[in-house]
């Protein structure tokens, strides 16, 4: 299926013949708030939840996509998504949210309170990236901003964030409906800045957790590139990694490329540090303990036969546990200041840990678990797979870390199945991944995958008491 196979939109998918008449009266008692009780209220209440689920995303499929395509096209760069936190608040506060906006610059927080329980944080980040967006879709951003020099850049959802705002937002919608089947508080989060590492750490310095309910868990759900639409991924523990960027200068005594005893070249300095950093992950972290350590930028000098004075470096580096992290910022340090000793350098080295931390994100097994067993039962146990970690940043860690609670992310698949198994045969082309500008995910089953499974998952963590679901 290409790009423009938007048109099938969202699957339609007929609900099982054995909701036709017995579903559909459950749902009507359900909703119109009669309890269930008795030793099968747990299964009913969770099974009157799918019901209206899948009656809810029937009902309103068209408005779904035409929500995506708007969101879709209409991108928006980190700390910049003005029209997006508009959007996201009068879609959440016309289905009865308290809404506030401007947390964290330009963050939306709403809140449903629906009696006593616990307390569900739910996160969706809104910023787009800064690619030129190439998919042929008829709803492709055309949008273009002014860049650093001057020049206009594009700007695109190439990384799957307008499918998370839309299942949040048609999650707030089907929460709002569904007050009969869910007891607590949900509290809703539009996220700026995720990919540049700042949203989650200003909505936090901006108070969320004085100004809004604490939770007692938090979600979010992030579309993967490596999945075909309809299957959901997961993993325990550790699923994506601490980033940190440095930054690091060598200072040398610059001088005529045919004399170069009479210079001290931080040219040859610096490429000798970027050789020996790399042993910090081969001889120092211990090998169950995943570490990256990677210069991303070298730049120095300006002509063929000048020594320059200066060598600039750029690293990445990336861990999971804060030991671990500790160790190779510490050993990166260490490593600069004794490779300008080594070298003769005038002075040492500036080293430039730079305010871009985002921490690695965990996700509870207990929460996992519970997560993983609603989606099963939802989707087939075929159709939700365990991933390996990632060592990809994500801010969305910062919540459960801020509180100490159990967090989750889950991933979502958005390639079009058929392109996706064209693309495991031999000589099978290559699915453009995340950040790609050809990155189009197959927006129906996409949709429909994110919003049931955000939506089910919320509904079972907030489940009535007395429905004997567990708390």
């Known amino acids: 299926m290409t790009p423009d196979s938007h048109s099938k939109r969202l699957s339609e998918r007929r609900v099982p013949f054995r909701y036709s008449f017995c579903g559909g009266l459950l749902l009507l008692l359900v909703v119109g708030g009669l309890a269930l009780s008795g030793p099968r209220a747990g299964a009913a209440a ?29 991108p928006e760069l980190s700390m910049q998504e003005e029209k997006t936190a508009r959007t996201a608040a009068e879609a959440l506060g016309r289905v009865g949210f308290a809404v506030t906006e401007g947390v964290g610059e330009t963050g939306v927080v709403a ?34 901003v002014a860049g650093p020099s ?28 569904a007050q ?17 590492g700042k949203g989650a750490r200003a909505m936090l310095e901006d108070g969320l957790f004085r100004r809004f309910p604490r939770p007692d868990s938090t979600v979010a759900l992030h579309v993967e590139s490596g999945l075909p639409a309809g299957m959901l991924g997961f993993s325990s523990g550790w699923a994506m990694a601490n980033v940190d960027s440095v930054d690091i200068t060598f200072f040398g005594r610059g001088g005529h490329g045919a004399r170069p005893h009479q210079s001290i070249d931080p040219i040859v ?17 211990a090998p169950q303990d995943p570490a990256v350590v990677t210069v991303g930028s070298f730049h120095a000098g300006t002509k063929h036969n000048v020594i320059p004075d200066e060598a600039h470096l750029q690293l990445t580096v990336r861990s999971y546990s804060d030991e671990v992290r500790r160790q190779l910022l510490d050993g990166i340090a260490q490593l600069a200041r004794d490779t300008s000793r080594t070298f003769g350098a005038p002075k040492g080295p500036q080293i430039d840990v730079r305010d871009e931390y985002t921490p690695a994100v965990y996700n509870d097994p207990a929460l996992t678990q519970r997560a993983v067993g609603v989606f099963r039962g939802v989707f ?18 910062r919540y459960g ?21 064209a693309s495991l045969e031999p000589g099978g082309e290559p699915l453009p991944s995340l950040h790609s500008s050809r990155f189009a995910p197959a927006a129906g089953p996409t949709l429909d995958a994110a919003i049931r499974s955000l939506s089910l998952l919320a509904l079972d963590v907030l489940a009535l008491t007395g429905s004997g679901q567990d708390r």
Not at 52 to 63: A, G, P, S, T, Y
Not at 152 to 168: E, N, P, Q, Y
Not at 180 to 196: K, N, R, Y
Request: glycine share 10%; with cysteine; net charge negative.
């Open 46 to 74: 969770s099974e009157s939840s799918e019901v209206f689920v899948d009656h809810w995303l029937q009902d309103h499929k068209e408005d779904v996509v035409q929500l995506y395509e708007q969101l879709h096209a209409q």
């Open 111 to 144: 809140v449903l309170h629906n009696g006593e329980g616990p307390t569900l944080l739910i996160r969706a980040d809104m910023d787009g990236l800064p690619v030129r967006e190439e998919t042929g879709l008829p709803y492709a951003s055309e949008v273009t």
């Open 150 to 177: 001057g020049d206009r850049v594009g700007v695109m959802h190439a990384c799957g964030h307008d499918i998370h705002m839309t299942a949040l937002l048609s999650t707030a919608r089907i929460m709002a409906s």
């Open 180 to 196: 009969s089947l869910w007891s607590g508080t949900l509290v809703l989060i539009a996220q700026p800045g995720e990919e540049v």
């Open 269 to 285: 300095a610096a490429s000798s540090f970027v050789l020996s950093v790399q042993t910090l992950v081969s001889r120092r972290i």
């Open 380 to 397: 087939g146990a075929g159709n939700v797979v365990e991933r390996k970690p990632s060592m990809g940043g994500e801010d969305f860690g």
């Open 401 to 421: 870390r801020a509180l100490g609670i159990p967090s989750l992310l889950y991933r979502v698949g958005a390639q079009e199945p058929g392109r996706y198994r």
